[in-house]
């Protein structure tokens, strides 16, 4: 049972493979070893301060390859149109005061990064919100990638705008990443928010936050690893986990574990 002080954080990745840019990518092996989304699942472990995760998803093949954690699947519809929505519907019925999303491409997540992130939004006793973990883009390569959505910040870290592609005097100095949180008032409410013709355009579901006037906060992280959204991303990870130490220390780990 509950006790009145303790909150409760659930971490949710919404897992499909029909990715337009590259299909079945969830599934790639890295360095012919886990998957991808192994790697996303075996790292959400090490986060600290979540109470569990679990996968939601909507293929056979996920679930066949999390056959040992089985209790820890969530199938869902095939009709969403982004991770979002199929973690609103994964929560049904669930205990939580927050929800962690993490996106299924992000297999070199830092656990200590994440619980950093969890504990200022809990700090934060804010209602009917969403956070979005951010970081600096580094240079004009990025800037130009339409895989990469850029962002506008406020003053006080208020998420103000979001965009694909931008020009260099737009002054995006900002990028998304794979991680959200939402708090339980804004999932009981998300079924009243209206869907937007530019949110379905640019292909960027947070648009339909700002275009709600929901109110939406970054966290801004001081790590930047790449996630996956082409092939030749699959190539730099592995790259990363042979050269970086940092990296090269939990990959053993998961891979001893």
Known sequence: ??????????????????????????????????TVLEHVWKRAQYIENLNYT??????????KLFYKNINSLISTSSNHKNGTSRVIESLSNKIF????????DEPLLIDKEVSKFINVVKASKKNNIVWNSVTKIKNNIELKDISIVKCKLDKINNIIDCKRSVTKEENY?????????????????????????RTQKESIEQL????????????????DYPSINYPKDLKNVEKILLEDNFQKKIYHKMIND
């Open 1 to 34: 049972m509950k006790k009145k002080d303790d909150i409760i954080v659930i971490g949710v990745i919404p897992a499909r493979l029909a990715s337009s840019r590259f299909p079945n990518k969830l599934i790639k092996k890295i360095h012919n070893k886990l």
């Open 54 to 63: 679990f996968i939601a998803y909507q293929d056979i093949n996920i679930k």
């Open 97 to 104: 005061d927050y929800a962690l999303l993490i996106q299924g």
């Open 173 to 197: 100095k900002y990028k998304l990443q794979g991680l959200m949180i939402f708090d339980k008032k804004f999932v009981e409410n998300y079924k009243n928010i209206k869907k937007y013709k």
């Open 208 to 223: 339909d936050f700002l275009l709600n006037k929901i109110n939406f906060k970054a966290f801004k992280s001081v790590y």
